[in-house]
């Protein structure tokens, strides 16, 4: 049956890293009442995260903000939409260029073989866009054709995969490439509120591309076969995750009844999915769950009974990055790339990722 293959992944994240101790004590500090302050220690002692990144040093001490400035009351000025915009539309050029090329250089894929970009991003709008940029910027053909999916949120990565394996299965030459490029931390907020409170949390910045082929790659290359892909909706979280522009940064509604409105559904959801492909749960080697935060995988593994390892790569990745919206997803991705086919032929792979909606997006996977 025709297929297509991810072939190369790579990943970026900005220069400025904080550790999630950091963070907090720094949060602490912008916060009003005893209560809060209980509760956001509460909040990033549960979270996995060790750190973060950002495009922003704003909230080093040593370094004095250049978009969130700190008033005259000691806490951040929450700067306007379009100045956060504005950053993005600079960043998210020099992110998304850079990862670009990056996957172009380590695949060996030469910048002429590319006929078609991908990019997915939720946290900023700017035309000409990342997908422009990276044709000019990289030296891409001028005839390759550029799609944009915007503010879908953390699932929209694998919708772009589904894109680049249909081009691919329509055009067996095609070489697609996809780029997500996320910065979440132009949208802090620092009013009281639990949204902000955990949106403040678990979110970061980050870039991840990779090539998507119908060749099929060589003996002992690594590789992610496409085997097929799964939309569904759970409407009773509609108004659980939430995302929409307001006058100062997006906003985001997030609510801490996510992860058990998740695990409510997703056996009833993936069990006819997999079934049509005469699949089971059990079937199912490792999974590739889009770490929204540490209570979603804890819910999502209790519910599926997964074993500690079938979900390890989700858990490094929050632990070492925290939540890129829709390129986190590609990070968990490259991790499992790397871990060779086994001979026993027990390499299939679920990605799952979750978004307002509130949305599930799966794909199955097949490492070769």
């Given at each position: 049956m025709p297929t297509a293959y991810i072939r190369n992944i790579e990943t970026l994240v900005p220069p400025y890293a904080y550790p999630q101790e950091f963070v907090r004590d720094r949060m602490i500090c912008w916060m009003d009442g005893d209560k809060e302050r209980r509760l956001l220690r509460r909040v990033y002692a549960n979270s996995g995260i060790e750190t973060r990144h950002s495009i922003l040093s704003d909230f080093f001490e040593d370094k004095p903000g250049n978009l969130f400035r700190i008033g005259d009351n000691g806490k951040p000025v929450e700067p306007g939409t379009g100045e956060r915009n504005d950053r993005y539309a600079v960043e998210a050029r020099k992110l998304a260029t850079d990862v670009a090329g990056h996957v172009l250089k380590s695949g060996g894929f030469p910048p002429a073989d590319v006929t078609h970009v991908i990019t997915a991003s939720c946290t900023g709008f700017s035309n000409p866009g990342a997908d422009y940029h990276i044709v000019r910027d990289l030296g891409l053909k001028q005839s390759v054709a550029r799609f944009a999916l915007g503010f879908m949120g953390c699932y929209a990565a694998i919708p772009a995969l589904r894109m680049a394996r249909d081009f691919c299965l329509a055009d067996p030459s095609a070489v697609v490439m996809v780029v997500a490029i996320e910065l979440c931390t132009l949208h802090l907020h620092f009013e009281d509120g639990m949204d902000s409170l955990l949106a403040n949390?678990?979110?970061a910045d980050g870039a991840a591309a990779i090539v998507v082929s119908a060749k099929k790659p060589d003996a002992g290359q690594p590789a992610l076969r496409l085997d097929g892909f799964a939309s569904a909706l759970i409407p009773e979280g509609e108004k659980e995750m939430a995302w929409r522009i307001g006058n100062k940064g997006f906003e985001i509604a997030l609510s801490t009844y996510i992860p058990e409105i998740i695990g409510g559904n997703i056996v009833s959801l993936l069990t006819p999915i997999l079934a049509e492909r005469g699949m089971a749960l059990s079937n199912v080697s490792t999974w590739a769950v889009h770490p929204g935060g540490k209570a979603i995988l804890d819910k999502v593994g209790k519910?599926?009974?997964l074993k500690p390892e079938q979900i390890q790569a989700?858990?490094?990745?929050?632990?070492?990055?925290?939540?890129?919206?829709?390129?986190?997803?590609?990070?968990?991705?490259?991790?499992?790339?790397?871990?060779?086919?086994?001979?026993?032929?027990?390499?299939?792979?679920?990605?799952?990722?979750?978004?307002?909606?509130?949305?599930?997006?799966?794909?199955?996977?097949?490492?070769?």
């Open positions: 949390a678990i979110f519910e599926l009974q989700s858990r490094d990745i929050l632990r070492r990055y925290g939540n890129m919206s829709s390129a986190t997803i590609l990070f968990v991705l490259k991790e499992l790339l790397k871990c060779p086919a086994t001979p026993s032929g027990d390499n299939s792979i679920c990605a799952l990722a979750f978004g307002p909606g509130l949305t599930v997006e799966s794909a199955l996977l097949t490492r070769q």
